[in-house]
């Protein structure tokens, strides 16, 4: 296995949890060989781990990089949205450009299957970093029309915030709580969708397990209050509303209403299916939802009080 932007905080965890099964391979690549070398520096030698540097905006380092690859998982992207709304082009390199460039390089390479992480920003996407995530899924899904001759077959994963990860407000929130300083909060209507590192590590895994190439898969996970949650990590710090950030979205949503008419539930999660299937694509078994159905944070049916955020917390 190969994983694009694998020093991050996803690319970690799945390291740490296949380094304990009997994978035969795992190579890391991407741009950054400072936290290449501290990632390598935190892990115990193992002769199976293989580490490249790399921008997936280089088709043809991609093509050596996934050279004796079989399962292939693309967590490279540019993700702050501030960023990309001040840089918009260099988003679209690497996101949007440099995804096809993966697309090329796995068909090129032989790779058995690809699956590529997607976020909850690229449903009805109101910043560029959204657009051009939807983008890269369009691109991943549509891919399965001329690369399944070749035997590579691409899906995509989509979840909302990992507890823990780099982008996440958990150390910000206990940070600013140990200085004793107010909690900013954008809104505090604000929801948002919860998942912890190892339940996205193993959404992923399995993933390979289900696809047949061409399908979005979403996690039923819970919700969660910003509010509550800074209750939980500060409760003796004043929270205060600074308002909304350009970009930003008060709730957020996985699935829109105009994808329900192709979306299936299938127990655990919920299975987006491809737009066009030319190759032959066959549906899961599983509940069609109802017209008009979104799977957004404020309308889930599942939600993390404080006490069970307390409890996920160590609070």
Not at 68 to 76: K, N, Q, S, T
Not at 105 to 118: E, N, Y
């Amino acid at each position: 296995m190969l994983v694009t932007g694998g020093t991050g905080s996803f690319g970690r965890a799945l390291v740490q949890k296949l380094l304990k099964t009997d994978i035969s391979r795992l190579a890391i690549l991407s741009r950054d060989e400072l936290k290449q070398h501290d990632m390598r520096n935190s892990l115990p030698m193992d002769e199976r781990l293989r580490f490249f540097i790399g921008d997936i905006r280089d088709e043809q380092r991609l093509i050596t990089a996934f050279h004796g690859v079989d399962l292939l998982v693309h967590a490279a992207a540019l993700k702050q949205v501030d960023t990309g709304e001040y840089n918009p082009m260099e988003f679209v390199k690497t996101n949007v450009l440099g995804s096809q460039n993966v697309i090329e390089a796995a068909i090129k390479s032989g790779v058995s299957r690809v699956v590529a992480l997607s976020t909850d920003k690229a449903s009805s996407p109101i910043n560029l970093y959204g657009s051009t995530k939807l983008t890269a899924d369009k691109l991943f899904t549509a891919a399965n029309n001329y690369s399944k001759k070749y035997g590579t077959l691409f899906s995509v994963v989509r979840y909302g915030n990992v507890m823990g990860s780099r982008g996440s407000v958990v150390p910000l929130f206990q940070e600013l709580a140990q200085k004793g300083q107010d909690i900013p909060i954008t809104d505090k209507r604000m929801t948002r969708f919860w998942i912890t590192i190892d339940q996205a590590v193993d959404f992923v895994t399995d993933t390979f397990d289900l696809m047949t190439g061409g399908e979005l898969y979403v996690p039923k996970i819970p919700s969660m209050k910003i509010v509550d949650l800074a209750r939980v990590l500060a409760p003796r710090s004043n929270i205060i509303e600074i308002g909304i950030r350009p970009g930003e979205k008060l709730h957020e949503e996985m699935i829109s209403s105009d994808d329900s008419r192709r979306t299936l539930d299938i127990g655990d999660r919920f299975v987006v299916m491809p737009l066009f299937a030319d190759w032959g694509y066959k549906a899961p078994i599983g509940k069609v939802v109802e017209d008009g159905f979104t799977y957004r944070s404020d309308t889930n049916t599942d939600w993390l009080s404080e006490e069970k955020l307390r409890c996920m917390l160590g609070s």
